[in-house]
């Protein structure tokens, strides 16, 4: 005895790998196919379509295969309404939970597919239900779940969206590609990332930019500077590091007690360090500290002076703090979520810790940059699974001025 | 015009490095020496004494000199009493603050020689003084400073004692050597650390174990796992993905939805790690999930069953989290810093940021053993200047259960 | 006005990548595609077929594409056979020669498909035609074609075989994957590849071992030695410097001058390695030594005594060389091409120069495993394109005696 | 019953940190030693003085201290000329051969000391004595040792004089300094080493480029291309890869198959690597290929044009290979070693193999620059002990660019 039931894929499901993601799932994990209807689209434009019965040996083993397919794009034929049950306390999912992948996302309600608000990877969808017409679904995580929100359970009345491959080239970012590549010619890949930035603002998108405290020490301050004051980054994601570097090189013209044109040690300099933040204090916070001229150029004096946006997360690495810091680290991640779900395109910059928490945070069709000076750094960082993401093992010292000068001059 | 000072540098100062570094220091800072007195201990065990007259054009490059000179274990000939001033403000340090270095140290109090308690770099040292025999000095941070607090600024009457090289041999353990070579065999070099580790139990130490989520990936939990149950860890440092790691191959076997035996993805298994967490949010903790039944095994119920310490700070990365995890970093920081001043010997696993925030709180006295695949890793740590350190670069899944056998069979 | 050519793909083209494949290629060269027959497999082990005609704007728009489809695996509808052309001179290929892929390949000649000998990447095809049944083809890289030689121009008349995705689970071997996952438990990972290995001898075949000189350093030689010793690794492909310091090992207990079991140095150590060349040069070489009982273990002294086959190639960073090194790099490959053809499985070892080597001449069926501890090593190791290829980063000091215990006690 | 013997040390011994490597030695090897007298130079520019008695239990613990002191820059007390021994063999040296470090070197010979010439790492020196004033010593590598050289055995009678720490600053470049920090601004570093390259040049000196094959395909064949033309950059050392790949640019502007400018593959691209060296080879070379005009520009096309040397060094990754690539391995490092030893400045640029062979060339006192974007690299290249090293991790392909403008502009 054997039991099966039946998906379908629509698309371009052939480019994308739906179909070949699909056939490997079902092999992986010991089942069988018996494909029912498969129409080919016959031009580049033209959708295909597959109709596939799935059969394995038991219950058991076929759940795991219809969910993974499902997880992929696939759909049941017959769909029902989504299964919703009550969360039991706060912070806690009902069994069985239904946990978001990075893509967008339908859940059925009343015979109606509802899109899923706010889509990122691994969390509960929670619906409201206010009757027809005010169906609302959106993605919560877990210390966002209140005892009795609506949590979708099981695979059933969900529709995944995995992006397809765009018909035409998408410049320098790959399709759902993880790997890096190390022999590119660095200056064009760098002009290719500026276009991909002047792009996004030309259609009115916003650009957030993760930094790391390298991107200071390096020398790439100046740079982004004029990237936030001229309007090519509209927001800063960074931590209690990367501020403080960019002020004390302000105050004192070094970073960590170096200087950053000579490169010498002002001995007594690994103090700046300490003091910058103990001033800051003082002044009552970066706002402050930029008002009464303490803080003259940088690029959080440029965040401050034309209002962009900026989040500095608190992390047990960090002295001080400053003030601006948040230092919980649950609403540090409710701030870098807000970033990220407002951002086009998000450009990483030497920093792990701060990108991956932005990038948790990223629906799959947000565009993506990552650059490095760590191969690793940058392959972990793009197999999250965007679909327009391009990586760069560079450094961030030479990177910045030369995507700055592409931008600016 | 010329001004000048004199330091004596005294003790086994040349085979320590710090003559060497004296001399460096005068001559990359621009100024010159005159060596008024040089007595060479002529054998192993004989310390050695320079008096040194330090001379540069003016008091402005003068006293970097001595700065540095200072923070490399020279006094000035004429002590005189450290200098105290009042903290303006919280969290706000007084002009001209001493920052530490992580080498024990004493202030100069009523003519006195105090030792600061709690060394560790980059603080401030509040001095209370009480009357004769009642005055103590001991490191703040920026975000312990109180408004009043007496702070010690400037460099007189300060006494940083680096540590000497060892008369004899220091096992694995180099002196003040920030490099790494990854040429040694790596199961001589394990055997070498289980001994060392031994020796620190032997002698009634405290071994604190700082260790990353790929410990648990890697393979590495159930030797972690017996080391903390036999008492050759006293204490752990982790970060909530850790714990949860931990916990969901107890529950499920699993670590982040993989297999850990088989390496096979029970699809699906990329949810437990969530449902772990809820699972022990529901519980009302790891003692009470312990308790309950729902942990049964691993790093962090053998902390539990056999009363170790462990600390779990948050990030920006969590899942969850935990409600063991603080996710203040501040809070967390505290708690950090306390188990790195009560460790004898530490041991850090494949975690950059958790071992830097402990780093960050060592004296340079304290054993520390670094183990990551990454080699800039085991760099960055050992940089940190601990007088007796060990770097390895190695697979932290190979390199636990080598190190559980060798000190348990 | 458009041309357009019609090509042919079948096999278990879907879930092998190759339709997936073919759509792109169209795509990203900017041509257009009509589908006129595709017949899909509709159970896993039945075959897919599409006929497919591609459009261009011009003939030097479409032979691009029909050349990368043809690349991969696309065969022309209306096949003819192989064109040939006469080498102009010795080591020049004439213009427009065919260069191979590492895929199994057939050509054309007379109406009949001659399997392509020996087949590894970036070669010509050279047809020896004695007439009917007597037609062989063969790749022959630049510095083996001779004047005269009948050499494959075009893409017509070839067939290409890219490997299939299996049918059933393949072990640790990824299928045609270039990444690789640090996250993995390394001692099950390494019980896989010990299966791996196992079963390859037991189907009779051959294990090649590319080893570098930091498997002696890092205390890996015994273990590689038994291996050798029991009949696991059937031959090794090294360079100079790993048989001088397994050598060095044998003759003084240390390598590079550091005794293996302590680390100590033992000053003078470090001639040593000279010292070792020497008298093997004074004794007449390897096998020389090994008879006078100058070296008496280690995987030189096994793979003399037991009869394995190993190359030793040359490098401008050698000492010496050994007598027994090729010092000339058109012989070294030679040698190192006759491992690679022989090869079922090929265990590469902690060495980039010598594994690029042996990778280069490797077809695509040959089970690859590699292991480094530079997680970018491993990547660009398994890029190369083997359908069978597992890659691990881990300390090759202790990876190599859990090898041996999983495979010999 | 103990053993001693006398040493002497001499110069600016402190701060050359000869000192503390002396006593360290002692303990290290558990001697130890009685200062007979410590005469310390009292200002910059005076030089110290030490002799010390060495004691140890017997004879086989003294040597080895003694030896290691020696290398390290001690001389015996009582010097006796050097004992000359007949090689015994082509190849052979005779047992307890004096074993060479990088640093400059004396033999004594007839009462006088004799510079050693072309010194280098791990060599033996031999010495012809022509009678007074016409003796002779210098290097020479195993493979260079005829039967019957006179060749240096012991330590006695030789005098090693490592570079002492200079008396200002030395720039960028580091004092026998392995390690390197990532945490500098990459356009002031770029800036300064471009200034010790114009230094090299206007004090007459010789700068060589020793470049891999990134060098191109990252986009810095134009920017070294003119570096060669203007005469910045004398010789180059590299392989075969590297000089294929730059004509291949001048050829097809493609590298590897890829467009360099636009980074696009212009399928068929991947034969334009076998067809150049096809190419290059029916021209008869190099040269001949620039005269006929088929190479155009390029970094090969700038050694021709303007007769830099160049030294093309073959390997087993190789294809072809080109005319001029030297592919036996003793050939192609006695060519690299005159290279090595008529530079006073080496740019080592994204090439570990290459920079390997030439760095073992090097004498102590030779100016070394690595750039490298893996730090593994660049510390490996560093350690080999130059007293004027700098290296940078960073990407060459914006390094190149921004040198060249720094140098050109």
Redesign the interface.
């Known amino acids: 005895m054997t039991v099966s039931d039946v998906v379908e894929l629509e698309g371009h499901i ?4 739906l ?2 993601r699909a ?7 010991g089942g ?5 209807e ?1 129409s ?5 434009t033209a959708e295909s379509y ?1 109709r596939m019965r799935v059969i394995a040996e038991d219950e058991a083993s076929l ?3 219809l ?2 397919l499902h ?1 992929s794009g696939a759909t049941l034929a017959s769909p029902t309404d989504a299964t919703l049950e009550p969360a ?2 706060d ?3 009902p069994d069985g ?1 239904y ?1 978001t992948t990075n893509h967008p996302t339908d859940v059925r309600i009343d015979g109606e597919w509802v899109p899923v608000a706010d889509i990122e990877m ?1 969390c ?1 969808v929670v619906v409201e239900n206010g009757g027809p017409d005010e169906v609302t679904a959106r993605t919560k ?3 966002a779940i209140e005892a009795g929100d609506s949590v979708v359970t099981g695979d059933a009345g969900i529709r995944v969206r995995p992006p397809e ?1 765009p ?3 998408s410049g ?1 970012f790959g399709f759902m590609r ?2 890096v590549s ?9 002009r ?1 990332i500026a276009e991909a930035i002047a792009e996004t603002k030309a259609q009115g998108g916003r650009v957030l930019c993760v930094a790391g405290p ?1 991107v200071i ?3 790439g301050g100046p740079g982004l500077a004029r990237l936030v004051r001229e309007g090519y980054v509209d927001a800063v994601s960074a931590g209690n590091g990367f501020a403080v570097h960019d002020m004390e090189r302000s105050m004192y013209g070094t ?2 007690g ?1 200087d ?4 010498e040690h ?3 300099g ?2 700046h ?3 910058t ?3 800051v ?2 002044a009552g916070g970066i706002e402050a500290a930029v008002e009464e001229g303490l803080v003259e150029e940088g690029v959080m004096y440029e965040c401050v002076t034309n209002d962009r946006d900026f989040v500095l ?9 400053l003030p601006d ?1 948040i ?4 609403e ?2 409710n701030a ?1 979520r807000r970033q990220a779900h407002e951002a086009d395109l998000v450009l990483m910059l030497s920093s792990l ?2 990108s ?2 932005v990038g ?1 945070c990223l629906s799959s069709t947000t565009r993506t940059v990552c650059v490095d ?4 750094t940058v ?1 972990q960082l793009l197999d999250r699974g965007s679909a327009q993401a391009v990586g760069m ?3 961030v ?3 910045v ?2 995507l700055a000068e592409e931008l600016l001059e």
Chains 1, 2, 3, 4 share one sequence.
Do not use: W
């Open positions: 052939i480019d994308s790998g179909m070949e056939f490997t799932v079902v092999m992986d994990l069988e196919f018996d494909i029912e498969f080919v689209g016959t031009t580049k597959c759940q795991p295969i969910h993974e997880q039991p306390a912070n806690v999912v939970f946990s691994d509960a995580v877990l210390n491959r018909r035409d080239s320098p993880g790997g190390a022999e590119r010619p660095s200056r064009s890949l760098i290719d390298a020490h390096a020398g970073s960590l170096m950053v044109e000579t490169m002002p001995r007594k690994h103090k360090h300490i003091y933040i103990s001033e204090i003082r997360a608190g992390s047990i690495r960090d002295d001080g703090p810091t230092t919980d680290a649950v540090a991640q870098i810790l701060h991956v928490a948790n000076i760590n191969p690793a392959t093992v560079t450094d010292g030479t990177f001025p030369m």
